[in-house]
């Protein structure tokens, strides 16, 4: 066997699990998902091509507010991640040294090693009326009775922060790790301040560590079901909880399925938007 | 099959007309040689003249378009590199980093079947060879540079290959490690007394080390030879001006005496000097002259250059201060070209500084004409 | 804003205090599920009734522990399957996969990187519902065509296990070909010129170097798989792989017998974690 032909027989070989994962479990059920959104049950077993599906959503409040809610809910808890993210991930890239700041990064990630149940689990224990919060407020003497604070915006909100944190963490701390302190000290030596600097130095280097942290948390936010429903209970109105409710509970796949399309359209549009604005490409953040 | 070369010592391996193509680009072109056994051969050239791909092809990771590869008498041609008599020595010396010295010793011996307690034992004798005995539960890390050499070189030598083939290892190393890696390679190749295949682009290596250098350029081998022939007898300007240092003048035969030719240079003086390379030169043709910054005498007065075949004078620009291999960058009053003059080792310019008056001669033997091929370059100093 | 930038002493105690309440807010939830593990009361929130192991190892109800809990267990076993399987497939695609893109020129290279990539930006849940309506409609063709019915394309451990491979091996392949890209070739071919044959020198020097990213891919898919909720939730089937097992507990309302579970996660996953960063670092 001569070179050429055992290369490409290995192309070959390297090829084919890549395209069977590929085909069958992503193009090929992303298809069919797709040829099932857009029909419409007549009668039983009997199915039309129509778009009823998507003008369902449209017509019914319940499903665009939720949609609508959960985009606001999911950009939101984004944002306060790289507020809250940032000073900490500036913190251990540039003020710490050596030890300490392994340390610090390593117990970063910590909540990432533990299942997302797990951390959902210890919020409901320190939120709940009889939790831990609660119970520390009525010790101090700042509430005279057991305060209830699951079950609302500010518990999913916390949940989705906390969930979110160490995907917005390791790429601003890899980013900001990579920044030459000369620049900072060279900024500061040109007649600079800490907020120039930071306006025109520290940012502008950080930007591609906060785009991929960004896309990265905004997709887990939008994908994320199980601390809505945990920490927001009956009053979460997530979106893919209306997914789950289309598929598994009321058996309308066809719905079901179209819900699937227009989250899936939100992030890609939201994503795209996001890479645009700050002239990024995909791979480059992934990869 | 086997051959003989000149002085009848057995030819190892051998290149038949061998010629390689990237698309349209002719990386080496149809070049034929022979190494006898137990020579030190190098292939010495600029970057991107295609002595790499010379050795990859003999290695066998590449496959020649044309031509033939003949080691111990034996066709390489579609021989995958695992079953070629020969090792290679990587540029970056390629040892593998998760396993120990020993290991990485034993790897090819392991490859051929050996049994443990023989490899073992193999392993042994060539660290203690290589003078590094009871190194082989180190990690590659843990070795200098130079260690790493010779544990890459032991390593291809355990097989007893025909010939080991170099790909620039020393290039890797800072400046007084190679000096000394230069004497140590030297050393080994006597010691195991096997063919080396040796490439560079760094002359000193390759005259020092070489009993025989090739020296290739563009794809063709301009001249083989010993290191003395190629510094002494350059066959072609290409030799004489990349081996050793060298003034150079670019012009054109005005007459011709015997074996003596004047040439009127293109910024105008007249030099004596002998025709090499080869070519019959004809009044008119349009030459490279080349001498050596040694071959030049340098003198405070006049008379002392007297009696040289050629004879110039001028201003010196600057002293290379450099121990023994001091010179003198010296500015021609004539031309204002610039010239290179190796100064005496008597400590009799000790004192010579800038813009001080000298006069230079040397004789038109020392004046080596090749026949222009297309460098109208008209430098008053090369090397 | 550097160490070597002199700062007002406030600013600085004022930044020190908010990062450590950023770690207080980070470990806080883990701690107080640890904490009431070992809590001798019904619920685990205050107050705290005294120190109790009842939560691992007591055998009887109301309080069974952990340990012979069978429907925990089983649905433990359950995921362990799962999870084994899910690692061994998605590791050697990755490796394969890596090789493909760190070794391979062809045709629709980055149009199949960009696929590849994919599963990172397309949410679980969806993952799930599509691989879910995909393997119904093959089912169902079955059924209507040739009067089979093949059970485990209908929600079921194998689906599981599919759709948990299909987005994780898009994590294994960046891990293997990250360190791939690193390799030089020079060593295989070194390997060649010592009497390797090609196959020999990547089984003898390439996956050797590989091994650190092998593992450690192994042991992210294997955590990944293990703590995986969303995906498997859409494809699940009777028998339930433990986070649907504990989902449901928790709707229930709890008793501290999951903070057990919960501390027990957390030690296999932090020995895990520790080992994948000792792995990964100690052959750089």
């Known amino acids: 066997m001569n ?17 069977v994962w590929l085909t069958a479990l992503l193009i090929l059920p992303h298809v069919d998902m797709l040829l099932i959104s857009l ?132 790429p601003l701390v890899s980013i900001l790790d990579s920044l030459d302190d000369s620049l900072v000290e060279a900024g500061y030596d040109l007649g600079g301040n800490g907020f120039t600097v930071m306006r025109t ?79 990024q490409t995909l791979s480059e953040t992934m990869g | 099959m086997t051959r003989l070369d000149e002085n009848n010592n057995e030819i190892d391996l051998e290149c038949r007309d061998l010629r390689r193509t990237f698309g349209n680009f002719v990386a080496v072109d149809n070049v034929s040689f022979g190494v006898p056994k137990g020579d030190f051969f190098s292939i010495l050239g600029p970057s991107g003249c295609g002595k790499t791909t010379i050795l990859r092809m003999m290695a066998g990771f590449l496959e020649p378009t044309s031509g033939d590869i003949i080691i111990k008498g034996k066709s390489m041609l579609n021989v995958p590199p695992n079953k070629r008599p020969v090792n290679m020595v990587f540029q970056h010396l390629a040892l593998f980093p998760m396993m120990s010295v020993a290991e990485n010793i034993a790897y090819g011996l392991v490859r051929q079947g050996m049994n443990k307690s023989d490899t073992a034992t193999k392993v042994k004798s060539a660290l203690e060879r290589i003078g ?39 290039g890797a190393l800072d400046l007084k490690l190679r000096e000394h890696m230069k004497v140590e390679l030297k050393k080994m190749q006597n010691q195991f007394g096997t063919t080396f295949i040796y490439i560079t682009h760094d002359q000193s290596e390759a005259l020092v080390m070489s009993n ?14 010993t290191p003395q022939e190629l510094y002494y007898h350059p066959d072609t300007s290409f030799v004489a001006g990349f081996v050793g240092d060298s003034n150079r003048w670019h012009g054109k035969v005005d007459a011709i005496d015997g074996s003596v030719i004047r040439v009127s240079t293109s910024d105008g003086i007249s030099l004596l000097s002998v025709p090499a390379g080869g070519e019959k030169l004809v009044v008119g043709d349009e030459v490279d002259i080349f001498v050596r910054p040694e071959s030049i005498i340098i003198a405070h007065d006049e008379a002392r250059a007297q009696e040289m075949d050629n004879r110039l004078s001028g201003n010196v620009v600057s002293v290379l201060f450099n121990g023994a291999n001091s010179r003198a960058l010296v500015r021609e009053s004539k031309t204002g070209g610039e010239l290179d003059v190796a100064l005496p080792q008597t400590g009799e310019f000790s004192g010579l500084s800038a813009g001080q008056q000298v006069f230079l001669g040397w004789g038109k033997q020392q004046s ?15 090397g | 804003m550097i160490p070597s930038i002199p700062q007002p002493k406030s600013f600085r105690g004022l930044y020190g205090a908010y990062v450590l309440l ?39 109800e109301p309080r ?73 409609t093959i089912a169902n063709w079955l059924d209507v065509n040739f009067g089979v019915d093949i059970g485990f394309l209908r929600p079921s451990k194998f689906l599981v296990i599919l759709g948990q491979f299909s987005f994780i091996t898009t994590i294994t392949t960046l891990i293997i070909a990250a360190r791939l890209r690193k390799f030089d070739t020079q060593l295989e071919e070194a390997a060649q010129s010592l009497g390797a044959s090609k196959l020999v020198a990547i089984r003898t020097v390439t996956i050797p170097y590989l091994k650190p990213a092998i593992v450690g891919s192994a042991i992210v898919a294997f955590l990944m798989s293990f703590e995986n909720f969303n995906t498997t939730l859409m494809l699940v089937g009777s028998d339930q792989p433990l986070t649907i097992a504990m989902y449901g507990r928790l709707r229930e309302g709890s008793t501290p017998e999951l903070n057990a579970l919960s501390l027990l996660l957390m030690a296999v996953s932090g020995t895990l974690a520790l080992l994948s960063v000792f792995v990964q670092r100690d052959k750089e």
């Open chain 1, 39 to 170: 029909r419409e049950r007549v009668a039983p077993q009997v199915y039309e091509r129509s778009f009823a599906n998507y003008t369902e959503f449209f017509i019914e409040p319940l499903y665009w507010r939720t949609f609508a809610r959960t985009a606001i809910m999911s950009i939101s808890a984004t944002a306060i991640t790289l507020l809250i993210a940032f000073p900490v991930s500036y913190y251990i890239a540039k003020m710490l040294r050596g030890r300490s700041k392994s340390f610090l990064f390593l117990l970063c990630l910590v909540p990432f090693w533990v299942s997302e149940l797990v951390r959902t689990f210890g919020w409901m224990i320190l939120l709940r009326e009889s939790g831990v919060v609660s119970n520390v407020l009525q010790w101090a003497g700042l509430v005279d009775g057991p305060v209830e604070m699951l079950y609302n915006d500010a518990a999913i909100m916390v949940g989705l922060v906390y969930t979110s944190m160490l995907f917005m963490v390791v």
């Open chain 3, 64 to 136: 069974l522990g952990l340990f012979h809990d069978g429907r925990l267990l089983d649905s433990i076993w359950t995921s362990f399957y799962i999870a084994c399987w899910v690692t061994i497939l998605s590791v050697s695609v990755g490796t394969s996969n890596a090789f493909l893109f760190e070794r391979k020129t062809f045709p629709l290279k980055n149009v199949l990187y960009m696929l590849m990539l994919l599963p990172l930006v397309v949410p679980g849940v969806i993952l799930g519902i599509s691989i879910l309506v995909f393997s119904s």
């Open chain 2, 368 to 382: 080596k004409a090749f026949a222009s091929v297309n460098s109208p370059t008209n430098k008053g100093h090369g």
């Open chain 1, 201 to 279: 130095i520290i940012i502008p280097h950080a930007m591609p560590g906060i785009v991929s942290g960004c896309i990265v948390v905004f997709m887990l936010t939008l994908g994320n079901y199980l601390t809505p429903i945990l920490l927001g209970g009956k009053s979460s109105m997530w979106f893919t909880a209306q997914i789950y409710t289309q598929f598994i509970t009321r058996f309308n796949w066809e719905l079901g399925a179209a819900f699937g399309f227009l989250l899936l359209a939100l992030s890609t549009i939201i994503v795209w938007t996001g890479l645009k604005l700050s002239r």
């Open chain 2, 212 to 225: 025989h250098v090739a020296v290739m350029n563009e794809g063709r081998f301009e001249q083989i030879g």
């Open chain 2, 132 to 170: 590094l005995p009871g190194s082989g539960d180190k990690s590659i890390k843990q070795l200098s540079g130079g260690q790493q050499q010779r544990i890459a070189i032991a390593r291809c030598l355990v097989l007893e290959p025909a010939a080991l083939l170099l790909d620039e290892p020393l």
């Open chain 1, 3 to 19: 070179t050429q032909t055992a290369s490409r027989l290995g192309l070959i070989l390297l090829l084919a699990p890549l395209l």
């Open chain 3, 22 to 60: 950023f770690f207080v807010y980070l470990i806080a939830p883990l701690v107080v599920v640890g904490v009431f593990a070992f809590n001798d009361s019904m619920f685990p929130s205050l107050p705290w009734g005294g120190f109790t192991l009842d939560w691992f190892f007591n055998d009887t």
